[in-house]
C-alpha cells in the first residue's frame, strides 16, 4: 500500500491510493483524493477488503491503520522505501507506463485513467515473475488471426486471437 502524488494541469496536488497483493502482484485497489487523511485511508481499505477477504497482513508506509478487520500492519522505516519494493516498481511502473504521458485534468480523469491502467496491469501486461503471464491468470492462447485492441486510452495494446 502506498500514496503516489500527481500535478494536475493546474498545479494541484492530488494524491491516489494504490493496494497491491503480493502473491500474484495484483493492483487491487486504486483510488485519488486531493486530500488524504487517515479516515479516508481506512474507508478505502475497508472497501478494497471485505471481511470475508481481509489480508493478514499489510506492508505501508507510516501512515495510520485500521485495526477492527484483524489486519497485522507492519510499518516499514521512516525513509526506506526499498522495505516496501512492489508498491514502490509498481508505482514507477504506473508513472512511466501512464501518468508521464497525461494530462491530468482533476480527480475524477487520474481516478479513471488509473482503474483502466490497473485493468490491463492485471489482465493483460505479463511479468517474468509469473513465467510470462498477468497477475489473473489467462488462458493460453493457440493460433488463430491476431488483433490489436487499445487500452489505457490507447497508452498500450493488447493482442487477442478472433
Known amino acids: 500500500m502506498d500514496l503516489v502524488v500527481v500535478a494536475t494541469v493546474r498545479f494541484n496536488l492530488l494524491y491516489a491510493l494504490i493496494i497491491i497483493r503480493l502473491a500474484r502482484r495484483e493492483l487491487v485497489w486504486v483510488n485519488v483524493t486531493a486530500h488524504p487523511t487517515p479516515e479516508w485511508i481506512a474507508r478505502q481499505i475497508t472497501e478494497a477488503f471485505p471481511w470475508n477477504e481481509a489480508p493478514r497482513y499489510l506492508i505501508r ?3 495510520r491503520r485500521l485495526r477492527a478487520m484483524s489486519i497485522r500492519d507492519k510499518p516499514i522505516s521512516t525513509g526506506s522505501p526499498w522495505q516496501n519494493s512492489l508498491a514502490e516498481r509498481l508505482i514507477g511502473s504506473i508513472r512511466r507506463e501512464c501518468i508521464d504521458h497525461l494530462m ?11 482503474r483502466s491502467y490497473a485493468r490491463y496491469y492485471n489482465e493483460t501486461r505479463t511479468r517474468r515473475s509469473l513465467n510470462k503471464d498477468a497477475p489473473l ?9 491476431i488483433v490489436s485492441h ?13
Do not use: E
Request: some cysteine.
Open 61 to 63: 508506509d507510516r501512515d
Open 104 to 114: 491530468v485534468c482533476g480527480a475524477q480523469h487520474l481516478r479513471r485513467a488509473l
Open 137 to 145: 491468470a489467462r488462458p493460453i492462447q493457440r493460433t488463430a488471426r
Open 150 to 162: 487499445a487500452v489505457v486510452g490507447g497508452l498500450h495494446h493488447q493482442y487477442i486471437q478472433t
